[in-house]
C-alpha cells in the first residue's frame, strides 16, 4: 500500500518569506516517482515536478527548489522570496514506476497562503 | 501538445438525477484516468483505461458510477440517481504509452467538473 502525508494543513506567509512544504511517503516499492502538484483556485492540477526514486538529486527551478531524501521517505518543496502568485494548494503524489502502474496516490494538500 | 479538456465545468444538479461529464484526453496518450476530489482532499483514483479497456476501477466507484471509452479517444463518467454524497471535483488526466518516453507515468491533468448535487 502507498501512502503520502502531507501534514501541513495550512501555512499563511508574508510576500517575500521562503517556506517548505513538507512530504513524507510510504511504499514497498522499490522504483517509483514523486511529484509535485500545484492548484490554483481555478482548480486545474498544474504539475511542477517530477522526481525518479533512483535520483536524489535535489533540484532547483527558478524559486522552487525540492529536497528528495530517501533515507527518511520525504520530498519537501521550498518556495523563496515568495510572490501571491504562489498562493495555492499543493499536493505530493506518488506512483510505481512499473509497467502495470496507474493510480497516483495523492496526500492531502497543503495551502499556501501569501499574504501582500 | 493540446491540453486534456473536460466538459462541463460545472454541474449543478438535484439529488436523484444523472450526470454525464466527458474528457478528451492529449491526442496521443492511451491511458486515461478518472479522479475524484472532495473539499480538503487531494485527488483519488476512481478508474483506468488504456485504451478502450477498462482495466480497473477503485471501490469508490459504485454501481451508481459507470465510465466508459468506447473508441479509445474520449471517455464519459456517467453518475446515475445522483446523491449529495457525490457532490466533489472529477478530474480527468491521460499520460502515453508505457515504455514510449521516460515520462510515461506522468499524467496530465484537465481543469476538471465540479459537480454539485442539491
Known amino acids: 500500500a502507498q501512502k503520502v502525508t502531507q501534514a501541513q494543513t495550512e501555512i499563511s506567509v508574508v510576500e517575500k518569506e521562503d517556506v517548505t512544504l513538507d512530504c513524507v511517503y510510504e511504499?514497498?516499492?522499490?522504483?517509483?516517482?514523486l511529484f509535485w502538484y500545484k492548484q490554483p483556485p481555478s482548480g486545474e492540477l498544474v504539475f511542477l515536478i517530477r522526481r525518479n526514486s533512483f535520483d536524489e538529486q535535489n533540484e532547483i527551478s527558478g524559486r522552487y527548489s525540492w529536497n528528495f531524501q530517501k533515507s527518511t521517505s520525504s520530498f519537501n518543496f521550498t518556495i523563496t522570496a515568495s510572490q501571491v502568485v504562489d498562493s495555492a494548494v499543493y499536493f505530493c503524489a506518488l506512483i510505481y514506476s512499473g509497467a502495470g502502474s496507474y493510480q497516483l496516490t495523492f496526500g492531502k494538500g497543503t495551502k499556501l497562503s501569501v499574504i501582500p | 501538445d493540446t491540453g486534456v479538456s473536460q466538459d462541463p465545468r460545472h454541474k449543478i444538479t438535484k439529488r436523484g438525477q444523472n450526470v454525464t461529464f466527458r474528457c478528451d484526453p492529449i491526442?496521443?496518450?492511451?491511458?486515461l484516468y478518472w479522479y475524484r476530489q472532495t473539499l480538503g482532499q487531494g485527488p483519488e483514483f476512481l478508474t483506468y483505461?488504456?485504451?478502450?479497456?477498462?482495466?480497473?476501477k477503485s471501490r469508490l466507484l459504485s454501481d451508481r458510477f459507470s465510465a466508459e471509452r468506447p473508441k479509445g479517444s474520449f471517455s464519459t463518467l456517467e453518475i446515475q440517481r445522483t446523491e449529495q454524497g457525490d457532490s466533489a471535483m472529477y478530474l480527468c488526466?491521460?499520460?502515453?504509452?508505457?515504455?514510449?518516453?521516460?515520462?510515461?507515468?506522468?499524467?496530465?491533468f484537465g481543469p476538471g467538473t465540479r459537480l454539485t448535487v442539491l
Open positions: 483505461f488504456q485504451n478502450e479497456a477498462q482495466l480497473e
Open positions: 491526442s496521443e496518450h492511451n491511458r
Open positions: 488526466a491521460s499520460s502515453r504509452p508505457f515504455g514510449e518516453r521516460e515520462n510515461h507515468n506522468e499524467q496530465f
Open positions: 511504499t514497498r516499492d522499490t522504483t517509483y516517482y
